[in-house]
């Protein structure tokens, strides 16, 4: 299962985990990603906390905890090479991995249909 949120995040849940990643309309709207700053492992965020950054040749933007977990393992691929984040951003260029603490937070995100008409 693939969720989105408005700040253009997507989260695909397994079990009790779920990968954070930026959607490919975060990657278009910021151009050629440069740099990314990623949680630390075993930090305890709470859903819209500030997770990490991702900087381009536009512009720099937050990206934001979709859900309240702990950070299990972030992307070193991704910080190694953070153009990653634009030739792939659902699949090499996700961000962070995070044990679920509150799955029900997952019921407010929308799917992809709902993201697809809000993204437009």
Known sequence: MIKYT???EWVKVEGDTATVGITVHAQ??????VFVELP???AALAQKDTAGVVESVKAAADVYMPISGEVTEVNEALRDDPSLANSDPLGAGWFF???LSDPSQLDA???ETAYGAFAQ
């Open 109 to 111: 995100l929308m799917d």
């Open 6 to 8: 408005e700040d253009h």
């Open 28 to 33: 278009d709207a910021l151009g050629d990603v």
């Open 97 to 99: 991995k995070v044990k």
């Open 40 to 42: 630390e492992v075993g």
